[in-house]
């Protein structure tokens, strides 16, 4: 790649990694080992969880929740249209149907006054995501949750570290979850993590990681002799385990986390410093009661009346600068997928559609210097003075 290449996102691995990563491939253990022992660990710690389970990625995690939490066929899950699709993919895998509600404008996650319209006697769960890494309404959709009985589930996948009102990311609800992909807060490759306080939820969930074996020292469901063996299944199991290997890449990440979310507030610091003045542009904002935010990726918007068809040119004139951009993220139930699966129209949820046609996501990592944020903040000026322009012929 040209140095003068600016991605989207990047990974960021030191010595720590290679040595860690070293060490497994040397042990002859390459699943089920100390390294995902100590990885959960220090995930758990963040948390202040009783446990965290390690699994093959973030959308496995939220899979395995699902199934734990009983949750199926004619049952409902509120969700927000305004995320990575996993996140209700995952209310799909197990046969249940997605309940989308609008978003709140400013934080960009699902408006809880909406949540509390959309409760029927079908509701089984609140699946909630942290867009961006913003933590905005997890206190607020907790309790709803208490209030109604139901399980909160948080896809915590971009909020790795992000503290709010006292509260972690991802020990909001019965169960959260994170997801280690390269162009997440930490990676292992390809990851994930389930972290909750239930006992119960959290066996469950070792078991279907490790295709419905009983948890080892635990014995199973029936107490048959034949408990804890290795050939010895409980129920319909999936293979969601994490490798060795890439748990090495996690406790390396895990000791550096705090040093990882620094540098990415420092470039989210700068972005908001070079963008201010730019009338065109909304930017994120920070609550007083988040005091750790914790950055996924950086994503501005255009002012209300910018289209989607400009928001595209400029996306298309950043990269072709050689600037890393994305337009995270469309409306989930507008994918032809969801089309199919519910078929919920064009209009059905105003503001995450208005929203998600003007957003757009800058380069963003853990290492991008002040000058490649320059860089970024004149070109994306110049192709909005550029759209200007264009309007006025
Ligand atoms: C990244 C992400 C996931 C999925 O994580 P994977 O590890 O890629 O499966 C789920 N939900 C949200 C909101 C995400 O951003």
């Known amino acids: 790649m040209p140095s003068h290449d600016i991605p989207l996102s990047k990974p960021n691995i030191s010595t720590l990694e290679e040595q860690l990563v070293l ?24 948390c202040g969880t009783s446990h965290a389970i390690a699994c093959s990625s973030g959308t496995a995690g939220l899979h395995m929740i699902l199934i734990a939490l009983g949750i199926g066929p004619g049952d409902e899950v509120i969700t927000t249209p305004f995320s990575f699709i996993a996140s209700s993919n995952a209310i799909l ?5 997605p309940v989308f509600v609008d978003i709140c404008p400013t934080s960009l996650n699902a408006n809880p006054e909406l949540i509390e319209q959309a409760l029927t006697p079908r509701t089984k769960a609140i699946l909630a995501v942290e867009a961006f890494g913003n933590p905005r309404h997890m206190d607020a959709y907790a309790r709803i949750a208490a209030k109604y009985e139901i399980p909160l589930i948080e896809d915590s996948c971009e909020a790795l570290g992000t503290v709010y009102n006292g509260q972690r990311a991802g020990a909001f609800g019965r169960a959260g979850v994170f997801g280690f992909y390269p162009n997440k807060q930490i990676t292992t490759g390809e990851g994930g993590m389930i972290v909750t306080n239930d006992d119960r939820l959290a066996d469950t969930c070792r078991s279907l990681r490790n295709q419905g074996r009983a948890v ?29 290997i890439s748990a090495a890449i996690g406790v390396a990440q895990m000791q550096r986390l705090d040093e990882l979310i ?38 501005v918007r255009l002012a209300a009346g910018y289209t989607r068809y400009e928001r595209d040119r400029v996306i298309a004139g950043l990269r072709m600068h050689d600037i890393g951009a994305g337009d995270y993220f469309p409306c989930i139930h507008l994918q ?13 949820f105003p503001i995450a559609e208005s929203v998600s046609q003007r957003t757009l996501a800058l380069p963003f990592f853990a290492g991008i210097t002040d000058r490649e944020v320059d860089i970024v903040a004149q070109t994306l000026e110049l192709m909005i003075s550029r759209e200007n322009l264009s309007r006025r012929d």
């Not at 497994?24 to 963040?46: H, K, N, W």
């Not at 895998?93 to 149907?97: D, H, I, N, P, R």
């Not at 032809?336 to 059905?348: D, F, K, N, T, V």
Request: charged share 25%.
């Open 23 to 46: 060490e497994v491939l040397r042990s002859g253990r390459l699943s089920i080992g100390p390294m995902q022992e100590q990885f959960e660990e220090l995930v758990a710690q963040r």
């Open 336 to 348: 032809p997928i969801y089309q199919r699966a519910l078929g919920l129209a064009q209009g059905s």
């Open 262 to 299: 620094e540098a990415r507030n420092d470039a989210a610091d700068l972005y908001i410093e070079r963008l201010l003045d730019i009338p065109e542009l909304i930017l994120p904002t920070v609550e007083d009661a988040c005091t750790t935010m914790s950055w996924f990726v950086f994503v």
């Open 93 to 97: 895998y197990v046969g249940a149907k």
């Open 216 to 244: 080892s020292g635990k014995g199973s469901v029936d107490g048959s002799s034949n408990a804890g063996s290795w050939l010895h299944h409980d129920r319909l199991g999936f293979n969601y385990r994490m490798s060795e």
